[in-house]
Structure formats: C-alpha cells, structure tokens
C-alpha cells in the first residue's frame, strides 16, 4: 500500500470515528469557547477531506511538510502548537 494510500485510509478511519465530526453541528456560542474562527472551520474541514491546506515547505524543525498539512499540527516549531497545548490543558485541568 502507497504511502498515500495509508494516509488516506488512517484519515477515513479517523472520520468514521463516534463523535469525531461533533465539532461540526457545536453551536457557535463564544462565551463557552465554541466559536471557532473561520480559517480554523476550513482547516479542520479541508482536513476531514483531505485535501490540500497549504504549499509543501520546510519546517524549522528541518523537514518537510506537504501540501495536507499534518506535519504542521505536531511539529515542534510549529509557533500555533503551544497555545494549542495550553488552551487544552485549561479546558482538562
């Protein structure tokens, strides 16, 4: 099975998921902190489709991303990773 192939078998899997789509009918309340912002909603989309999010680049952290972005979510560069970490880690603790 092609490298591509397994990408998009595990993202399928991922989607076929109990509750792995329930971000998409959250009522956009702010106060709560379900409003996502817009280019947020198209990423995650566009993601769940597996198509394209950005161009291919180098990472700081010395590889190489493509073009459906995955690398970019967990790379430890990444400058939007921590406030990620840290907004999830508010919501838990």
Wanted: some cysteine; glycine content about 8%.
């Amino acid at each position: 099975m092609s490298h591509a192939n397994q990408d998009d078998r595990a993202r399928l899997l991922d989607i076929a998921s109990p509750h792995s789509g329930a971000w998409l009918s959250a009522l956009p309340i702010e106060c709560l902190g379900l409003l996502l912002p817009d280019y947020v909603v198209c990423i995650g989309v566009a993601l769940r489709l597996g198509v394209p999010v950005q161009q291919p680049h180098r990472c700081k952290c010395g590889g190489m991303t493509d073009k459906f972005g995955p690398h970019s979510l967990s790379s430890r560069h990444d400058p939007g990773r921590l406030p990620r970490h840290t907004a999830f880690n508010d919501m838990v603790i």
